[in-house]
């Protein structure tokens, strides 16, 4: 009961327009958030408590961040927001926040979480540790939250199972498997190129092989047995490459395809079965097996 927390505004109560709640999906297709949409209540429970800790709350820090954790420019570092802590249940003192344009700050569209982090201090004046740090997003409380020019991301028209070539066998002596999925359209018109990303199992031995010119590349086999092949770049460790503008050959729904990689097992590489994962799109799964022996 000795930390502070801010309320999240609700019915008629706090002001906003049409209400309350307004500043919780609030639908911005210009990049103007009026004054009125994120509101700060500031509590603390022990507000006003003689000799104990964490007895005063008088500021938060805020920010606004995008759906991929891009900050927004209006809060490029977590802000202070002077605000009144309160022990008690009314709204007199909320804060609302001064309008907001992403637009002409030059924001990109997307969704936008409104975060604050309260904060309380000590009978000497000093930062409670029962403050919630800036620093660290998931101490965060969520009390709003914007859609700038918002497009809801829609799930790729495709299957991805476990399959491609027949199972496969590396051995530590050497030699070159080729390891896949299956790829199947189940909607409508051509499946659009996607970003195929492949990961090697963490701590297997295994690696893949470069047999382009140059590099490392991704096989697909269309239906009629025709292949082309997609160059990709290798993470900085080695352990995943990822291949963009992948054209799966998936012409309509109910088409097939299959895509592979090739890999090797090193010298030291632990013995059983394995696989790689595959990500095509937002599609994700295992690869053909592959048994390692001696």
Known sequence: MGRPFVRLPYDTHWGGSPNSQAGFGYLCNDGRIPGDKFIIDLVNLREGVPDVDSSHSDCVYYQLVHEDGILSKYTPTPQVQKAKGHRGSGTGDRVPLQPIDLRKLGDKPGYYRFLVWPQSSNP???????SWNPEVMEDAFQIGSVYFRYTAPHSTALSVF????????????????????????????TVPAQTVRVSLPAGNGLRFVAEGNPGYMLTIQGAHGTQKTFPGAPSADGQ??????????????GSESRAWVAVRASGNAPLGETHLNFQVGDQATSST???VVS
């Not at 490459?241 to 012409?251: E, G, H, R, S």
């Open 124 to 130: 000497d004046g000093g930062v409670s540790d029962l």
């Open 240 to 253: 995943s490459i990822t291949f963009k503008n992948v054209d799966l050959a998936l012409p309509g729904k």
């Open 289 to 291: 097996p592959i048994h």
């Open 162 to 189: 476990p399959g491609g070539p027949p199972d496969v066998t590396l051995t530590h002596a050497g030699g070159t498997g080729y390891l896949g999925v299956r790829l199947v359209a189940y909607g409508d018109g």
